[in-house]
């Protein structure tokens, strides 16, 4: 299910491993920009993506996958 960007609260929810979403919605715009991620699919980088036609589609579950493996442990952490 791809989710729909608009929130008339003005607060972004936070990503639902089921649901799709692309570049331009709210929740995937708190981990990048759309250029950003654009540059990462073009490089081999971020997180992984599906493509149909021309729109790129992002899994809830595969961003959060991704962002989870950006984290970096401190000596206080470990």
């Given amino acids: 299910m791809l989710k729909e960007t608009s929130n008339p609260t003005g607060t972004v929810k936070p990503l ?3 649901s799709y979403y692309d570049t331009s ?3 995937l ?3 990048a920009a ?3 991620f654009a540059k990462w699919r073009h490089e081999g980088k971020g997180p992984s993506y599906i493509k ?3 729109k790129v589609l992002y899994k809830g ?3 959060l996958q991704w962002l ?3 984290k970096i442990r ?3 952490h470990e």
Wanted: no cysteine; charged share 40%.
């Fill in 52 to 54: 149909v036609g021309s």
């Fill in 68 to 70: 989870e493996s950006q």
């Fill in 25 to 27: 919605s709210p929740e």
């Fill in 29 to 31: 715009r708190k981990i």
């Fill in 61 to 63: 579950s595969d961003a």
């Fill in 74 to 76: 401190t000596l206080d």
């Fill in 16 to 18: 639902e491993p089921e």
């Fill in 34 to 36: 759309k250029q950003t």
